[in-house]
Each structure stands twice: as structure tokens, then as C-alpha cells.
């Protein structure tokens, strides 16, 4: 059930999106109609479909900085449409029972949409607004069914515009009373079921601000970051100019790529010239096999493919000689999402498989793997990859902010704690991802998120060291850099701990 959620959301925006531009337009040539209601209505006929487009532009570096000083044309949008109903309502041109929840709807996504913009230009809203940001956040993972819908720029709330005539037919009059009781039902989502739970979320945050790093005298924990977005073709040129530029401010201990199965020769030698410099500094590269994929979300999963994945992982081992190499990307986070839930011991099979094709080419090439959804399965691959005769080199964790417990990571760092003492470790650990979501919880939400992981890794041993997601936002809103170029105070963060722990070990 939960995997139609998010297409059936998406569907609707559409019908929205199409109910407003033909609704609006037809009041703004109603003569009877005032001017002023007229124009409004007729610009958000008209600045409806453009906003959406350029908010979907500016969510990626890639496309984002061309279009950076168009983002502010979706809240106006949003505010456009608030004025419209609450115009409509007031002056009685509107049947109340659709009238009053389309106004109320249209002003609250106004103001998070308001609120959305401020975080994305580096304002700190005061914490009410953030709690309503995160709200929203919050009530857009259950109109999705998914975690991931928090970095998504598809899933947004579209406004109503208010229908100011009588229905000319018992239909529409039915598809009105429609729409306002889904504008109901997401104030609901919001205010009742968001709000509290995001009142928790943030404290949860707050509550880990003082972490302290664990000094690491050995100086055997590596610092890294995911860079690039997930590649299937050659990395575009405006994402290498912008991490590489990060990377060389950032001086890390480790750099992370993540590679769709089916890349060709082309695109790995491609990725090898990017990592050329990196890799004669001798920073540690860990590349990740993810899914085919696309920001829109799959109704049915695809096939593993263990031959396609293999081969696309012969040539990352014979081309790229990464230290560490994933066969696959988190099998019950992504890899669920991708393939289905597969029972643990399909996943042991392919790893197994992988291995032995690692080792045949290079036998320096560490093969690692992660829990992220901390299940029964999860638990179950974890003690075989931790168990020492199994052919997993490294074993680590996904660590993100948890919409379902919290708000938190503690609940995944517990279980993680849990399951170390039952299989205490006789391999290197790491965390191969975590991060935050700027503009679901604001960016101190991300910074928070992030140094929590990291006094958490520090203060175990056997955790050797964080990968951090992502550089930039590629279709998703994690990054250290925002879109326009802006870098966000996580990054700053992320340069004290390298710093802290490079002075610890000297």
C-alpha cells in the first residue's frame, strides 16, 4: 500500500496544478468579478505552472545557479493564492463549506512556503516557523509513505485556488467539496499530527548540540564526503567545479562517489580524471553500486540483476582501485526502495559473489557494506558481514534523521551500540552516510545532525570513520552547498571536526 502513497500524491498535484490554471483562468474573465480579484487570479493562473518549474530548477547545482534569482517566484505564488481565497471568502463570492478550508489551507502553505525560502537563503526563522516547516515536513512523509520525501522537491503542497461561481454542474460541485476536504485533511496532517512531532524532533536536535568529539590520538578516523550526484553518465561539469572547489576548502581524509549499475566504460573513465587529483593526495575513495533510479518514485521494483551489477563493478575495481567499494548501497534503505525487500540471505549470495570478483582483481580493495533501516533483516546481514569468516571486509551504518522515532538518530545508534556488544567487532567499522535535511528542519537541524554522528563514530574504536551527504543538493536537499552557491553552516562544522581530529592525533 505504502509504495502507490507517493505516485498517488504526485497524481494529485497534478490535478491541482490543472484545476487551478483552468479555475483561475476562467475567474480572471469573469467580468462580474472585481479588478483586483480579476488580476489576481489571472497572475496565479499564470505564475502557477512557471513557479513550480522553477522551484524544481533550483532544488540541483547543476541547473540551480542559473536560476538562483528565480526561487522567490513559487512563495509568491503561494501568497498569491492565500490573497485570492481569503479575497473570495471574505467578500462572500465563495460557498463557505469550500471557501473557509481552501483560505485556511492556502495561508498555512503560504507561510511555510515563506519560511521555506528564508532557510533556503540562510535566515533562521524563529523557532514557531521552523516547528511549522518541520511540520509540514513531517505530514508530507505521510502523504508519502517514505523518509526520502524529507529531500525531495517533488513532494510540496500545491494551493487551491478558491472557486468564486456557483458550479455550473453537480460534478464540480462534488470535486469542490473535494478539494476542501483534502485541504482539511492537510491542515490536520500539519498542525495536529506535525506540530507535536516536530515540537519532538527539534528538541531532540537541540539536545546533542554540546557533543563533544572523542580525541582520536591514533589518528585512525577519516572525516570524508559523498560528492557528485549518483552517476549513470559522465558527472556534468557545474557538480565538478562545485565539489571540487568544496573538496579542496574542506581537505578530507576521504572522498565517497556513488555509481548506478549499467554506467559505462565511459562514465567511470570520466569519474577516474575528476578523482585524479584527490587520489595523489592520497585521500581514501570510497565508491558506493547504487540502483537505476530517478527522483520520481517507482510503483514496482526492479530486478537486482546480479550480472549487470557485477559487470558494472568489475570495471569501477579495474578502473578506479578504490579503497573501499559497497556492492551495493544500503540493501534494506535504498536498496528496498529499488528491489524490493529481499530476505537476507539473497543479499549474502550477491555479497559473496561480489567479493570473490573484487578480490580476483585487486585484492587491496577493502568490500564493505551498511545497515540503515535497523530491521530484523538489517540485523540479520549485519552479524553475518561482522562474523569473521564471512568475505565483508567492513561493516557500517546509515545514520539519518529518523521521521517515524523522534526525530532523531539515537533509536539507530542504539540499535547500532546493540548490536556491537552482541557481535563485538573484529573489523574496521565506519558510517558510510549520514547527514541532514536543511529544509525540512531548518539548517541547524542538518548541522546538528551531522556532529551528533560524528561524536558518536569518534567515541567507538572500531569505527574507523563518516561519510558525509552530500557535497552539493542533487535532486535532493542535503547538501553542504545550497543550490545558488551559498555554502550552509554545516560545512563550517564539518571543517571543526577535521581540524579537532587532526590535532588530537599530532
Not at 547545482?61 to 534569482?69: E, F, K, L, S
Not at 538518530?409 to 548490536?419: E, K, L, V
Amino acid at each position: 500500500m505504502r509504495t502507490f502513497l507517493a505516485p498517488a500524491h504526485l497524481a494529485l498535484t497534478i490535478i491541482i496544478l490543472v484545476w487551478d490554471i483552468v479555475l483561475a483562468g476562467r475567474i480572471a474573465q469573469n467580468r462580474q468579478s472585481s479588478r483586483l480579484f480579476q488580476s489576481v487570479s489571472g497572475l496565479a493562473a499564470l505564475l502557477v505552472l512557471p513557479g513550480l518549474l522553477f522551484t524544481l530548477a533550483t532544488s540541483t547545482i547543476i541547473t540551480g545557479r542559473a536560476v538562483a534569482t528565480m526561487d522567490w517566484v513559487w512563495p509568491a505564488v503561494l501568497v498569491l493564492f492565500a490573497i485570492q481565497a481569503t479575497y473570495a471568502f471574505v467578500r462572500r463570492l465563495v460557498n463557505p463549506v469550500w471557501g473557509l478550508p481552501i483560505m485556511v489551507y492556502d495561508i498555512l502553505i503560504a507561510t511555510i512556503g515563506v519560511v521555506r525560502y528564508m532557510v533556503a537563503h540562510g535566515y533562521t526563522p524563529i523557532d514557531p516557523l521552523v516547528t511549522l516547516l518541520a511540520s509540514q515536513s513531517l505530514a508530507m512523509v505521510i502523504a508519502g509513505g517514505s523518509a526520502s520525501v524529507l529531500a525531495s522537491p517533488l513532494y510540496l503542497n500545491m494551493p487551491m485556488v478558491s472557486p468564486a461561481f456557483p458550479a455550473s454542474r453537480k460534478i464540480w460541485a462534488t470535486f469542490r467539496l473535494v478539494m476542501s476536504m483534502l485541504a482539511v485533511m492537510w491542515c490536520l496532517f500539519i498542525l495536529v499530527l506535525g506540530v507535536p512531532r516536530a515540537i519532538t524532533h527539534l528538541r531532540n536536535y537541540d539536545a546533542h548540540r554540546r557533543d563533544q568529539l572523542r580525541e582520536r590520538p591514533d589518528g585512525d578516523f577519516a572525516v570524508g564526503l559523498k560528492i557528485l550526484p549518483d552517476l549513470s553518465s559522465p558527472p556534468p561539469k557545474p557538480a565538478i567545479n562545485s565539489d571540487s572547489a568544496l573538496m579542496d576548502t574542506l581537505d578530507l581524509d576521504a572522498v565517497s562517489v556513488v555509481i548506478a549499475p549499467g554506467a559505462t566504460k565511459l562514465t567511470i573513465d570520466s569519474l577516474a580524471k575528476v578523482l585524479d587529483p584527490t587520489r595523489r593526495d592520497s585521500t581514501l575513495l570510497v565508491v558506493t553500486l547504487g540502483y537505476r533510479g530517478s527522483l520520481l518514485p517507482e510503483i514496482k521494483s526492479e530486478p537486482l540483476a546480479d550480472a549487470r551489477r557485477l559487470a558494472t563493478l568489475r570495471l569501477i575495481v579495474e578502473r578506479l582501485h578504490p579503497d573501499i567499494v559497497l556492492p551495493a548501497e544500503d540493501p534494506y534503505g535504498s536498496g528496498a526502495r529499488a528491489v524490493g525487500t529481499l530476505p537476507p540471505a539473497r543479499w549474502e549470495l550477491y555479497l559473496t559473489d561480489a567479493s570473490r570478483l573484487v578480490k580476483g582483481i585487486d585484492r587491496k580493495v577493502r568490500v564493505g557494506v551498511a545497515a540503515s533501516a535497523y530491521t530484523a533483516n538489517d540485523s540479520a546481514l549485519y552479524a553475518w558481514a561482522a562474523a569473521k569468516g564471512s568475505p565483508i571486509d567492513i561493516v557500517g551504518f546509515s545514520l539519518f534523521p529518523a521521521p517515524y522515532v523522534g526525530g532523531g538518530i539515537q533509536t539507530d545508534t542504539r540499535t547500532a551500540d546493540r548490536w556491537m556488544r552482541a557481535t563485538p567487532p573484529v573489523k574496521d567499522h565506519w558510517v558510510f552516510a549520514t547527514g541532514g535535511y536543511p529544509l525540512a528542519y531548518g539548517e541547524r537541524s542538518q548541522r546538528e545532525a551531522v556532529w551528533e554522528v560524528l561524536a558518536w563514530a569518534t567515541d567507538h574504536p572500531s569505527i574507523k570513520g563518516t561519510i558525509v551527504y552530500e557535497a552539493g543538493d542533487y535532486g535532493q536537499s542535503r547538501g553542504l552547498r545550497a543550490p545558488n552557491g551559498r555554502v550552509r553552516p554545516v560545512t563550517i562544522a564539518l571543517m571543526r571536526a577535521i581540524q579537532q581530529l587532526r590535532e588530537s592525533a599530532k
